[in-house]
């Protein structure tokens, strides 16, 4: 079968922040719809939706209520097949999010599962009985608090790792896993290109021993899940997993397609958190990035397949963590983009990261996502300094990357005639996608000239990967080398010139700067690719 993800570029669209059609102040389907022509003029090949299923929205839409429908607020069954049909006309494949370690506590099967120890379908969730008059263990939610929530009609605690509306469903139960699958394929039916897993690394959770994580069961549940319904159909496949290593991702990517296409791994992410504590900020020195991204272009090398991912929905903006928001906003972001479509890997763009959008800073009140005001309260309560947690928010909260996209200079910049769910950012003035595609220069058109370069030079999927000058603070710099081809890839992550003997002059396939290069010196977030 194809492997047709291994050239692609692969777009993700938080559909809640995309595009409003109706003045809902909600992104929507058909928004997506009316903006499909721009993603095609960017060149990518396959579009990652964020859910979009019927869902009470307590985690906006990672709680999902109906599996098989489509939540209101973002249009119906129709719209869906109406995308799926637009954008394949447009050579532009539709990848859902598939939430199967917990549905919503609204979802049929727990409104009855939560009636009786005996309900037929109690069986499809995870319960124990309490301990000494309280939850089985200490085990906490990823939102804050216990992850155990009694339910006195079962005289039992349920599981929710995430909020106490997202019961964590059982996948040692055949049953439940068959009615997943179902599911599934059912989606294929309706002609999707590709499915990516939330929290895949939980499936094969051990709940007594209290491995939540990679757990004993869980490869053998992605491979019977894969021969149940992802191979044959060339499909793409991506599961999340923060808990990825070297080790497992060889067997999540296996080339053989028993499990999935690729996984996103988190260490280069982790790595920037205290202790791997999110909200403990740790600045991660360019080395350490360098190590990291190293290790696993080497890793899966031959025996597997990286995923190529700075931002996501969960995630800040990615030149404000790594680039500047000032000065070089423009340069920092397309030398970011060079450093990582580069490698090795399918590279995904987030919805505004192709226009430089940055991180907003906004009062407590402002902010919607659930694990931002759960961590705020409880640290609040332990007495934490306000200033302190607003930093943390400002730096890591996940409504960083949740702003509407700025389309262009109007009022709520163009994403909404009515009131937006949340703020958008003030800097849509300067930063929209009607003022990027007016510049030829701009950051937009630098990540379609690399789209275009990685789709028709072998050498980015196919070249190995050397890194070069591991020990320099500010200057990345790697090769990639196929029998007939040798790229060499420098990018400064530092706001000045800096001497660079790597920098020669022979021709560079993209540089973010319109001056010809200096040799031996490489201009502030200057990046370029030079064909040796
Ligand atoms: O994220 C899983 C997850 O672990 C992250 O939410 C992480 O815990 C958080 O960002 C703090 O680092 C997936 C989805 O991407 C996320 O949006 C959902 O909230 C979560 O699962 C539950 O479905
Ligand atoms: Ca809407």
């Known amino acids: 079968m194809d492997k047709w993800w291994k050239r692609a570029v692969i777009y993700q669209i938080y559909p809640r922040s995309f595009c409003d059609s109706n003045g809902d102040g909600i992104g929507d389907i058909p928004g997506i719809i009316s903006r499909l022509e721009y993603l095609s003029e960017l060149g990518v090949d396959a579009i990652w939706l964020s859910p979009v299923y019927r869902s ?9 209520s109906d599996y098989r429908d489509i939540d209101p607020i973002f249009g119906s069954l129709d719209d869906m097949d109406e995308l799926i049909k637009k954008a394949k006309e447009r050579g532009i494949r539709i990848i859902m999010d598939l939430v199967l370690n917990h549905s919503s506590d609204e979802h049929p099967w727990f409104v009855e599962a939560r009636k009786s120890r005996d309900n037929p379908y109690h069986d499809y969730y995870v319960w124990r009985e309490g301990k000494n008059g309280g939850p089985p263990n200490d085990m906490k939610s990823n939102f804050g608090g216990s992850a155990w929530e009694w339910v006195p009609e079962c005289g039992q605690y349920y599981l929710h790792q995430f909020s106490v509306k997202q019961p964590d469903l059982n996948w040692d139960n055949t049953a439940l896993r068959n ?46 899940m894969s021969r149940a319904a992802f191979q044959g159909r060339g499909l793409v496949t ?17 080339p053989k397609g028993t499990e999935l296409s690729m996984v996103f791994q988190f260490e280069h992410i982790v790595g920037s958190q205290e202790k791997g504590e999110k909200w403990e900020l740790k600045p991660l020195p360019l080395p350490e990035l360098k190590r990291i991204f190293e290790k696993w272009q080497k890793s899966l090398e031959g025996k597997g397949w990286n995923s190529l991912f700075l931002e996501n929905h969960d995630l800040p903006r990615s030149v404000s963590c790594y680039g500047d928001e000032g000065e070089y906003r423009v340069e920092s972001a397309k030398m970011l983009a060079t450093f990582l479509h580069g490698m090795q890997g399918t ?33 609040m309560d332990e007495g934490v300094p306000k200033e302190e947690i607003m930093e943390s928010i400002y730096q890591r909260g996940r409504d960083n990357a949740r702003t509407p996209m700025q389309w262009d200079d109007s009022e709520n910049a163009g994403f909404s005639t009515g009131v937006p769910w949340i703020k958008v950012n003030p800097n849509y003035l300067e930063i929209n996608v009607k003022k990027a ?43 990639r080398t196929t029998q007939g081809e040798r790229l060499l890839v420098l990018c400064n992550f530092k706001g000045e010139t800096l001497p660079c003997s790597l920098r020669t002059l022979e021709e560079d396939l993209i540089c973010n700067y319109k001056e010809p290069g200096q040799e031996g010196f490489l201009r502030p977030f200057e990046a370029c690719i030079i064909r040796k």
Request: cysteine-free; aromatic content about 14%.
């Open 56 to 64: 009470p929205q307590d985690d906006n839409g990672y709680d999902i």
């Open 347 to 379: 590279p995904y763009i987030y919805q505004g990261q192709e226009i430089g959008m940055t991180n907003s800073r906004m009062d407590i009140q402002d902010y919607r996502d659930i694990e931002i005001r759960n961590m705020y309260q409880e640290r």
């Open 238 to 254: 991506v599961g999340e997993a923060w808990s990825a290593t070297p080790k497992s991702a060889v067997l999540y990517s296996d």
């Open 437 to 479: 595609l007016e510049d030829e220069d701009s950051i937009f058109y630098y990540y379609k000239k690399l789209i275009y370069l990685r789709k028709t030079m072998p050498v980015f999927a196919e070249g190995t990967f050397d890194l070069l000058l591991p020990q320099d603070p500010f200057i990345a710099a790697y090769t």
């Open 179 to 224: 009615r997943l699958y179902d599911i599934i394929r059912w989606w294929t039916y309706r002609g999707v290109g590709g499915f990516r897993l939330d929290v895949v690394d939980t499936l094969g959770k051990d709940v007594d021993n209290m491995v939540m994580k990679e757990g004993p069961t869980l490869h053998e549940r992605i491979r019977e």
